[in-house]
């Protein structure tokens, strides 16, 4: 393990442990705000540590956790819970029946989950930062670069569902390994990892486009390397075979990585449109709970429902549309500009990074990261700007596109900071561009840096350099000042508000 890496780990389990004791105490401080969200009946009877956990944990269970964890104990019994894929709750209900399973005459089904949820996110946000570190160096060729971002993201702006009962953390922890596989070469491991991420969000299929990509420019970068050393017929031997090569690759991976979508979309219309189940074999309190809120459940003896009779009957679409209405603008309401300012800093992020892409690298973006591939690709120039991270920036361009435009806006920050390193490549690189105090030659503060050299010229790092540079905020730059304010608040007040159902992110 390098110094680098230990360094972030270290990080991440104290903010870890730190978000864990804060939403503990913003539970039991602050009373929480009567929200019309998903609240089911307990069924089962409280065992003699369940009210410790839930006072202790409680916080974790709020807003769409509360889905996770019913799927987690009863499975997918209403149909909008299908909005949200089940990786993520076998995970919980594998670590309830086996690891906590000691705890089985202590603690109930939900008071197990509760207590998987806060040990599982926080092994899956450990391994997503260790990714993010990994991916970081690879694509950036910027030690210094990719420290400091993975360091900002365990302060990452989307922390409370990073620790909350969510998928975020298992999605960026995927996301980032298979796009380190992919970097790699390792295209077989990157389709499996990414397509383990599907089965957690859906959002998984868009990194379909980075599969497309990456193999691509390998192609290209061959081909050249054939029309220099080969000749006469073995040359187009080469070119169809490594265009035969790229299409196969392409279409095996896009369908490993589609086939989770795909087989619980199917799932969902078995269950719905060929139920196999009646009403009376649901607990009495939950269909009555669906009947006082009008959630739909399987009955064998019901018509089916009108999705059913869509020439393409995507049950994920037609509960977005329905219960969510998420659409095209549909969030373009005066109404909801409170929103659009909570989710502007992210959003902020997204454009500038870019915007200084592409005046960076003009012709690059222009030719879509095909420019001089050979040269630039084997020896990349370090930083932001290198080509290798275009598609990053497309990626993370289109995210933020389709979240303005199409979803519920607030939900932007969690969005892209679990599906893109984007976001803290630019908050790293607009730090070190502009915070003198992160380098020693201008500053008179040695302690506040990324690294120093020791007499024999050896890296080491000295000082976390986020947490040396907050007793010196208010004489850091108005750059850093801006990023880290946003942050940490956003850290903190997301543990405030949502931990006691208050409207947040």
């Known amino acids: 393990m390098t110094m680098d890496v230990r360094a972030v780990l270290e990080f991440a389990t104290a903010t870890r442990g730190l978000s864990l004791l804060l939403q503990a105490v913003f539970n039991a401080v602050i009373p929480d705000h009567d929200a019309d969200a998903f609240r089911p009946p307990r069924t089962e009877e409280p065992l003699y540590l369940d009210s410790s956990v839930e006072w202790l944990l409680g916080g974790l269970s709020h807003w769409d956790a509360e889905h996770f964890l019913f799927i987690a104990e009863r499975g997918y ?120 991420a599907t089965a957690a969000r859906s959002n998984g299929l868009v990194n379909i486009g980075f599969l497309l990509y990456l193999p691509s420019l390998h192609a290209i970068t061959q081909i050249r390397v054939y029309r220099r050393t080969t000749k006469g017929h073995s040359k187009v031997f080469h070119y169809i075979w490594a265009i035969i090569r ?67 009957p995507l049950l994920y679409s037609h509960i977005q549309d329905v219960y969510w209405d998420v659409g095209f603008l549909r969030y373009f309401e005066l109404s909801q500009i409170p929103n659009f300012i909570l989710a502007l800093p992210m959003a902020t992020l997204g454009i500038m990074a870019a915007y200084a892409y592409f005046l960076a690298n003009p012709e690059l973006c222009l030719r879509l990261g095909l420019w001089d591939t050979g040269a630039h690709f084997d020896k990349p120039t370090p930083g932001m700007f290198n080509p290798r991270v275009f598609v990053y920036i497309v990626h993370s361009t289109v995210l933020l596109v ?104």
């Not at 840096?449 to 850091?476: D, E, M």
């Open 77 to 196: 019994l209403y149909e909008h819970n299908f909005a949200f894929f089940p990786l993520f709750p076998i995970i919980l209900r594998g670590l309830a029946e086996t690891l906590l399973w000691p705890l089985s005459s202590w603690l109930s089904v939900r008071g197990r989950l509760l207590v998987a949820v806060a040990l599982g996110n926080t092994a899956l946000f450990l391994l997503s930062v260790v990714a993010l570190y990994a991916l970081s160096r690879t694509v950036l060729q910027d030690r210094r670069l990719a420290l400091l971002s993975s360091l900002l993201y365990c302060i990452t702006p989307a922390n409370v569902f990073m620790t909350a009962g969510y998928s975020e953390s298992l999605f960026a922890a995927l996301t980032f390994g298979g796009l380190y596989l992919l970097e790699k070469g390792f295209i077989f491991r990157a389709c499996l990892a990414l397509s383990i």
């Open 246 to 312: 790229l299409l196969l690759t392409s279409l095996l991976g896009t369908a490993i990585i589609a086939l989770p979508f795909c087989a619980f979309q199917y799932y969902g219309y078995r269950t719905f449109c060929t139920p196999s189940v009646s009403l009376e074999q649901i607990p009495p309190a939950l269909v009555s709970l669906a009947e006082l809120k009008g959630y739909r459940v399987p009955d064998e003896n019901g018509p089916p429902p009108l999705w059913c009779m869509r020439p393409l």
């Open 402 to 505: 389709f979240g303005t435009l199409c979803m519920h806006v607030q939900v932007l920050t969690r969005f892209m900071a679990s599906s893109t390193p984007v976001p803290f490549w630019i908050s790293a690189h607009l730090l070190l561009l502009n915070e003198p105090l992160l380098h020693r030659r201008k500053t008179s503060n040695p302690n506040v840096q990324l690294h120093t050299h020791s007499s024999n010229g050896c890296q080491h790092t000295p000082q976390n350099p986020i947490v040396a540079l907050l007793p010196y905020f208010k004489s850091c730059s108005s750059t850093t000042q801006g990023i880290l304010g946003y942050f940490l608040s956003y850290w903190v007040l997301g543990l405030a508000l949502h931990c006691n159902f208050l409207p947040w992110t």
